[in-house]
């Protein structure tokens, strides 16, 4: 028998990362693979005291359906956090609560693309977001990248040639996968050629909180003067991921379609993980917490820099990240990142992404992403010292 499904789902990929898990959930493996927050730092003993004030304060509203746009206090918190925090001037009316900023990612994909359309991103990009919009059908033109993040240069050369580009997706600050950053003079050029084009821009920042030096720069969102940019938050990275809360402000427009497929997918994100995590941005100190994840990130990212120093080859590369959770590395030519997991970093007990599902046209099979977030120091540094005898052992094969 042959099921005969959509032709969408031809392009369906399970997450690299996600068919990793199983093995990096392994007691055994140093993993650097997932994108996973420290669970040490999740604030469980405030959550508890959260939970049972909304259940005892409001237990019968907390356990009903709600609107779909969100929670209102919630979105207040939220819009409140993004002009103290961003340079945003939102209101809570130009907010929807989405299950995660990955369900955005997904609905944009559903207002946007039609078969063959063209979305711009990084190169490398966010493999979630790729996988998102892949059920749409679209081509992928990716910008080329360097150290300072998107060259806008090659993004106006693109657009000039292209005049099917729907969107463009973009994490300007602590990227997924690369932990590049785009200073301001990108961001202003970025948004004089957007404004120019009028092509709407999905302006992705889980990790822009997650600073560990240097000067906050303003959002893309701060600078948009013609409704052209969506940001998509999350509460993911700066409290859990577990809630699934995430958010997007759009132009109301844009806001009115989003509304109409979260209705057709899910109603609306959980009244309940609303509730409570309104709640502890009403009794906890949000910036209290941030502080901690900072230090405790930051620190993480030097202990993992300084072993790379010491037991990586000279001919690896990698970024050196100011914030976010992630580092890329580029190896020598000739090394490809899924072999050299397979067969030497994964017999040793490491594990990492290898870097080509990041390139929604693929290739860069010589780079892989390393996270720093979820591992003890010492894990760090003796994942790093297997990982680097790994290299060198694949740079003695060539
Ligand atoms: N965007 C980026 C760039 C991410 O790294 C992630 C999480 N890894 C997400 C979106 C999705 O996060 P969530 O759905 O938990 O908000």
Redesign the pocket.
Known sequence: MTIKFAERTNNMEGSAIRELLEITQRPEVISFAG?MPAPELFPVEEMIEVSRKVLEENGRVAMQYSTTEGYTPLREHLAKRMNDKLNTNVSAEEILVTN????C?DFIGKIFLDKDDIVLCESPS?L??INAFNAYQPKFIDVPTDENGMIMEELEKILKENDKVKFIYV?PDFQ?PSGRTWPLERREKFMEIINKYEIPVAE?N?YGELRFEGEDLPSLKSMDTKGLVMF?G?L?KILC?GY?I?WVVASPEILAKLNVVKQAADLQASTISQMEMSKFFDIFDVDAHVEKLREVYGHRRTVMMDAMKEYFPESVKWTYPNGGLFTWVILPEGIDATVLQKEKALPHNVAFVPGEPFFPNGGHTNTFRMNYSNMPDEKIVEGIKLLGMAIKEAIADL
């Open positions: 994108g995660g900023s990955q369900q990612l966010y979630g977001a994490i997924n992705d889980p998509l999350t993911s991921p699934r995430g």
